[in-house]
């Protein structure tokens, strides 16, 4: 992985552990420079998306 690669920002909600770590393997196999941000429930994916709370500041992430 390049230090000049672009960084991805990727949005997951997940609650399975399990999945979130698979997911994390493929990124890394695949190559990609990746920001992973987990979102764990339905309300706190909701405040993400509408920029409310501890995610008002947050940057749109490249994929969701």
Not at 9 to 36: C, M, P, Q, W
């Amino acid at each position: 992985m390049s230090s000049d690669a672009q960084t991805f920002h990727i949005l997951l909600l997940e609650d399975s552990t399990s999945d979130v770590y698979l997911l994390r393997v493929a990124l890394k196999a695949a190559g990609l420079n990746f920001k992973l941000t987990v979102i764990e429930n339905g309300a706190d994916g909701l405040a993400f998306v509408r920029r409310q709370g501890e995610y008002a500041a947050t940057s749109v992430p490249d994929l969701a």
